[in-house]
C-alpha cells in the first residue's frame, strides 16, 4: 500500500513510553525511577487505566473518499487474514453513512489467532479494537471513542481501573488482574492521566506496565 506521507490524517501512533527505565543487566524496571519527568510529577494523580492488548497495531484511515489501512509504521506489513478482516469491518460506504464530513484515524490492535498471543481473545478467527481516534489533529477523549466505536459497531478496550501510577504497578505485581476476555492475567495496563495532558515537547502524556517488565532473568546469563 502506497501512503502519501504529506497526508497529515494518516499518522503513526504515538510511541507510549513504559513507566520507569530499566536495568540495563536484566532489563527490569528499576522501580521509582520514572522514563520521564512528567511520569513522575503526575505519579500522585488518578489515571485511568485500560486492558492492554496483546496484538499487532493497526491505523484505519478515512479522508472522506478511501479508507486506508497501515500497521504501526508506514512500512508494517499487515498478514493477509487480518488485511482481509478489516476490510470486511471498515467499509466505504459505511463510513460515507456515518462520517460524510469528518476525515479521521481510527488507533487500535488486530488481535486474535496467529496474532502474537491473541488465540486466547479470539481461538478461531481474528477482530479490531479501538484505542484512539485522531480527528483534525485532536485526541478524542472516551465519550467520543465509545461513541464511534457504538456507530461502526465495533469493540474498545476495556477500562479496568483508575488510581494513581504506584497503585497500577502493584495490581501488575499481584498477578491479580484478569483480562475481559478470560480466565486469564490482562498483559498490561495502557496509563493515561484522567485530564489529558501533553509534554513539553507536545507529546501524548500516555504510558504502559506489562506482567512481563518483572520477569525475574538471571544475571550469569549475560
Known sequence: MSIDKKDSTYKEYPKIMSIFKRDEITH????????LPEFEYLKDNLWVWTEKIDGRNIRVDWNRETVRFGGKTD???IPSFLYNKLQEMFTIENFKRLYPDAPLCLYGEGYGAKIQGGGKYIPDGVGFILIDVL??????KREGIEDIASKLKIDVVPIVGG???MDAVTVI??????????DFLVEGLVLKPKVELKTRAGDRVITKIKHKDYKKVDKNEH
Open 135 to 140: 480527528i483534525d489533529g485532536w485526541w478524542l
Open 28 to 35: 527490569n524496571f528499576i522501580d521509582g525511577d520514572f522514563s
Open 173 to 182: 505485581k499481584s498477578c491479580r488482574l484478569k483480562s475481559k476476555w478470560g
Open 163 to 165: 488510581g494513581t501510577l
Open 75 to 77: 512500512n508494517a506489513q
